[in-house]
């Protein structure tokens, strides 16, 4: 393990801040992404949002008011020892429209905040820009990232908190899960798509769109401080062959490979050849300006952040039970157990995909997500046994330290995810619980929001005392 090895927790905007009309916010994508039926067709950008029944519940609006409890929960962060701790900030709340020349007062405010009291307990800020979060005015006027415009609005708001936080935040990650966009192009990117749009054509022009705005803030933040690390952020996992089966391997590579293709682009600076070929025979031509590609060229990542939950799995024949997984179905791997929301649970999945990943590109990897979805339920005594929560997150842990000692993957830290229960990004509940800090709210939006300790903030606080040594503690 690397000496300056960070360990934290891991948090967004979208899913935890809450205070969606408090201090001059505008409203964002995450806003009008429902509980309930409609929550899926909306994320993947096939029902308008604006036809939604008026009754609906929108668990993003309040999520845990984390905007109201940021000093208590951060104040539970240190008592847990984090050495960083991975959030966004909302785009919306800096710029409410994404159009302003001068970011929201209020906002900025806010900000300063959450970071000056991290930097008073010595905890390293780790943000992302956009995690699944646009203003909803740049969705309505330009389509999102759809439109080339949105390079430059992002880049505004890149530069201004750059230049703001300068000095206090290093690390920064430019999209969250920036391949998530094909599979969930309205919670990704804002895309919502219109009959008759050819899909791929729409989805990778935007990819292209958010791989040219990561490169140029990758330029921009090394104009403005020497002292930055910026990376990109990959939904990981690698693909298994289901059999030995040519067939099956070359269809695990196909399928890692649609994942692959935006790191290679952000780390290595290129359109692979395989996505050249993959976007000629599909007939997509994407539109690009002449200094795209010495923008892409010159500008690659830092580091590769990375969130892990799953491995995932794939037969050439399409047949045979299916699988859950963060957000792309597989094919059922009958080696693996699965979670409460059918996730394989996979420690050793955890070892090769780091191993690939950093085979594959040779630049230090940030392990920003990992962890268990589960019902948690409270005692009587007020205490909260999530043994099974310790023994994913220990096992992972391992895996990931044998990545780091025994094959030598350079890692320089690991936040796992939802270190206080928040809104799901997928089914909207609540009740699909990650944290070691409950979070007292229901599906239906019903709680006091009060924060309690789980058994596995006492276990991870030793886990970090004791720099990943003590995993098996017994709570
Ligand atoms: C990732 C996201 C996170 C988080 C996590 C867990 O895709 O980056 O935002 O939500 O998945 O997923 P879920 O909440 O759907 O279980």
């Known amino acids: 393990m690397r000496r300056d090895f960070l360990w934290g927790g891991a948090t967004a905007a979208n899913q935890c801040e ?36 008026e009754d ?32 966004s900030f909302s785009w919306s709340r800096l710029f409410p429209t994404g159009e302003e020349t001068e970011p929201n007062r209020e906002g900025l405010q806010f900000y300063d905040d959450v970071v000056n009291e991290l930097l008073r307990y010595g905890i390293e800020p780790v943000v992302t820009l956009c995690h699944f979060d646009a203003p ?33 935040v290093r690390y920064w990650i430019t999209f969250n899960e920036i391949n998530m966009l094909m599979h969930l192009p309205f919670m990704g990117a804002g895309i919502l798509l219109k009959e008759g749009e050819d899909e791929l054509q729409v989805k990778y022009q935007a990819a292209h769109h958010e791989l040219v705005a990561s490169a140029l803030a990758v330029k921009l933040a090394r104009e403005i401080s020497p002292e930055f690390q910026i990376g990109c952020m990959l939904a990981a996992g690698s693909v298994y062959p289901y059999s030995c089966n040519p067939a099956d391997v070359w269809e695990s590579m ?59 799995c794939v037969r050439s024949d399409g047949k045979g039970e299916a699988s859950g997984g963060n957000v792309f179905a597989s094919a059922k791997n009958p080696y693996l157990e699965c979670s409460q929301w059918g996730w394989p649970i996979d420690p050793m999945g955890f070892r090769i995909t780091l191993n690939a990943l950093y085979d594959r590109y040779q630049k230090p990897l940030f392990v920003v997500e990992n962890g268990l979805g589960a019902v948690d339920s409270v005692k009587e005594d007020g205490s909260i046994d999530d043994g099974y929560r310790i023994d994913y997150l220990s096992s992972h842990i391992r895996a990931m330290m044998e990545a780091a000692d025994e094959d030598g993957v350079d890692i320089m830290g690991y936040t796992p995810w939802g270190c206080i229960d928040l809104v799901s990004a997928t089914t909207g509940e609540m009740s699909k619980r990650y944290g070691l800090i409950y979070v007292d709210k229901d ?10 300790r789980k058994n596995s903030f006492y276990w991870y606080k030793e886990v970090i005392a004791s720099n990943g040594e003590r995993l098996c503690a017994v709570f």
């Open 254 to 312: 196909k399928k890692d490979r649609e994942n692959y293709f935006f790191i290679d682009v952000q780390a290595r600076g290129e359109y692979p050849a395989y996505a050249k070929k993959f976007l000629e025979r599909q007939g997509i031509e994407l539109e690009m300006a002449v200094e795209d590609t010495e923008i892409l060229k010159e500008n690659t990542v830092d580091f590769i952040s990375l969130s892990y939950y799953n491995s995932r």
């Open 136 to 168: 909803l005015f740049l969705v309505e006027k330009y389509g999102s990232w759809k439109s080339r415009k949105m390079i430059d609005r992002f880049l505004k708001y890149c530069d201004a908190v750059f230049r703001h936080f300068k000095g206090r």
């Open 18 to 53: 809450g205070g969606f009309q408090e201090g001059g916010r505008g409203m964002a994508i995450v806003d009008v992404i429902p509980h309930g039926v409609y929550r899926t067709p909306v994320m993947n950008g096939t029902m308008d949002y604006r036809d939604l029944p």
């Open 56 to 87: 609906t519940h929108y668990p993003g609006r309040e999520a845990i008011d984390m905007y109201g409890h940021y000093k208590e929960d951060i104040a539970l962060f240190a008592e847990m020892g984090f050495q960083c701790y991975r959030f």
């Open 443 to 452: 599906d239906a939006g019903k709680g006091t929001l009060n924060r309690v």
